[in-house]
């Protein structure tokens, strides 16, 4: 979607630039948010770029580099960590072939970590596109990359 | 004879979400069709039943019966024997919280009960219903202050007489914080829910805003009319999907039914209240970090003083409240702050919603008076350790909490006596820990986290955080550890003192208790 008509949604006040933000990103391709895009934002809530860079590069959802259409974050907070959140983070490792915030080749999945879901009594947890999968194990976590790669061929 | 009408109420939330309660739902609804008992039965959805049950679950009404860790199969039996014949399934439902607390060796009739004031229609009413919330007597409190006059002085005072503390983690009287504010004279104020929750081990917020979204926007109309603001924000974290799309909901109903907007029922008051999502920050539960993303900038706390009572968001006075104080307001104000006073303890007044996670049977939320004990929470309401193992640890109150071991069970849960141990009673979440933890990975995995989340505005914090999480690492089982653990200690010291705001103040609970407690693993 063209970045000026998602701007146009918000008034210029400052308060609404993480909101805008939030819209960018979710409605471009690779889930990022783009220097050309940053740009215009800045401009229409009379910044600079890198103020705006500033505030990006704060916040943990949001993301200047291209991801993939499935952004996994594995929570990695003390509940979740008793729980064996590590071994999960392994096994999406081996599975997808990739490190830490990688994306595949295929552009399918980027592998993030993220700090308490507040899904603690399911874990260990992640999420997948703010949707929680929990109770994880290596079953479950097959399943849920092959549901995914099978939504992606239109199944 | 006219045939009552059953309602069935099915939980649907992250907990039955992972289960699969979708898929669940849609077949439960074939069937009801497939059998032609839409006109005798009504399904609809709810929120989280806690510690009561696992996995995808069902209430059952009229008698309230309760069917618990449900598999498709298990339908057809729900329909055939409750639903057409009157006769509830047994084995399908939940081993009772009583028989839970007799196992343990507590007397059911002594042991405190669940009272459900923050949680009272959560489990009960469907969430994206303003008319069901109405039905169970809510936006009654607003409606006092339309019919009976009540003036913000009166709605202040009422609350401090009540003795609410912010249910946050701080534990400041509410009352006095409104009050604060009352008193400025500006053109502009502003009520801020803080539903940021991130501290680990929480779940609270988000079911109270998932299970009863309207009772936080009555919450902040009477906060609003109390202190003379006209403008309220709820501030949700952008993980939090589904909290986000019933909060969204329940305000545009609100605005509907001319409970937000102008002139709310006649009363010449003028409310409104915007939703804004968070961006993946811890430090923003912290509230001038929350008021400078409010704002539009990174997430950096502020200097204190001024306290946002006084300049808050665009250094205007604001209100800043936890999702569960306000949950608590509009219960006060129809029954009375003496009403309020006959919950929990002298000094804390009310019930608490703990958040029961770990390696404990029964994982959920549950509110119990303040002044209950961990004994009674781990071992009665949550059934106790998972696959029978040994109690090692209790992490209380989040990440920045203390950890205690098994002699702390009997200590009262509330502000003051948690604190005199040494810890806090925080967000309430109850972090069970059973003796397959080994406590320096675990230590190590909690300075991971604040390492991770310090912002890095102030030297202290983001320095010790860091050295914290690279001096754990050195321990070992054979090594000289004493004078790593004198460094560590000597450091959250120093971060306690100079740290701008609790990130970096509070790692000295979570150190200093693990190497107090459990200093025989560091030998």
Redesign the interface.
Known sequence: MNVDKILKRYNS???????A??DIQDNTEGNYLRTGDLKKAADY?HMSLSEIN??VE?????SKKPRGKYIIRVC????C???GAFNVLGELKNLLGIDLNDTTKDKLFTLET??????????P?M?VN??????LNTEKIKNIIKHYREEKRGK | MKKEIKKILISVEDKTIIEGVAEFEKIFKEKIKNKELEKSVKLSRTGTFGVNTKGISIVIYPGGVLYSDLKIHDIDKILNQHILKGIPVQELMPEPISERLSEHGFNPEEAKNENRIVLSNVGKINPESIDEYITSGGYNAVKAIAEEGLEPKDIIDIIKESGLRGRGGAGFPTGLKWEITAKESSDEKYIICNADEGEPGTSKDRLILEGDPHRIIEGMIIAGYAVGAEKGYVYIRGEYKISVERVVKAIKDAYKKELLGKDILGTGFTFDIELKKGAGAYVCGEETALIESIEGKRGNPRIKPPYPGEKGLHNKPTVVNNVETLANIAPIIVNGSKWFHSFGTEDCPGTKVFTLVGDIKYPGIIELPMGVTLREIVFGFGGGIKADRGLKAIHLGGSSGAVFDKSFLDVPLDFDSVKKQGGLLGSGSVLVIDNETDMRNYLENVLLFFKHESCGQCIPCRIGTARLYDLVKKLDKNGQNDVIISNMEHLTDVMFKSSLCPLGQSLIYPVKSIFKNFGNEFK
Request: charge should be negative; aromatic fraction near 14%.
């Open positions: 006040d400052r308060e609404n630039l993480i909101q933000l939030h809530f500033g505030v704060f916040y943990s959802m949001f990695q907070s003390p509940p960590y008793i729980k993220t700090s308490c879901l507040g899904a603690c009594d399911e874990a947890v999420s703010n949707i929680i999968y929990g109770k």
